[in-house]
């Protein structure tokens, strides 16, 4: 079976780039800096059910995108999780977090509604991640 992303991820998050193993997606609510890494992997649910090697390529992945999202304005703290409760494909969040933000200092996940992006601040942000993405080996 082929990758295909979840309905709810696609409605939920920009696309942002591909990078070697993920794609890489920016959570439409402008409160948080938070990106979704989808393992481009059909039919992961969990981490361990990548191969090795592409487990090994995700966690750089997410390490790189975590410097980036900690070193954005305004961001306090990285939040890295992987739940699946709603969506069961994998998914890894990288939610930038800041000290008064709208759920702090309890999670991010259905807290309340989104607050989308403008064309114009969604834009902003997706070419700096897509152009942190294309440097990546």
């Known amino acids: 079976m082929a990758f295909a992303l ?15 193993l993920c794609d890489v997606r920016l ?3 402008s409160r948080y800096r938070w990106l979704v890494l989808v393992p481009r992997v059909a039919d992961a649910v969990e981490l361990f059910d990548l191969r090795p090697e592409d487990g090994q390529q995700a966690w750089k992945e997410v390490l790189a995108l975590g410097s980036l999202v900690g070193g954005l304005p305004g961001v306090d ?5 992987a739940l699946g409760n709603m969506v069961r494909q994998l998914h890894i ?12 200092p309890g999670p991010v996940w259905g807290h ?8 114009d601040e969604a834009a902003a942000l997706i070419n700096r991640v897509a152009t942190f993405v294309s440097s990546l080996d």
Request: aromatic share 6%; hydrophobic share 35%.
């Open 6 to 20: 979840d309905p709810r991820l696609e409605a939920d998050t920009l696309f942002v780039a591909q990078s070697r």
């Open 27 to 29: 959570m439409n609510d």
């Open 112 to 119: 309340s509604p989104a607050t989308p992006y403008s064309s």
């Open 77 to 81: 703290k990285v939040n890295i999780g």
């Open 93 to 104: 969040h990288i939610v930038g977090r800041h000290v008064g933000d709208p759920a702090w």
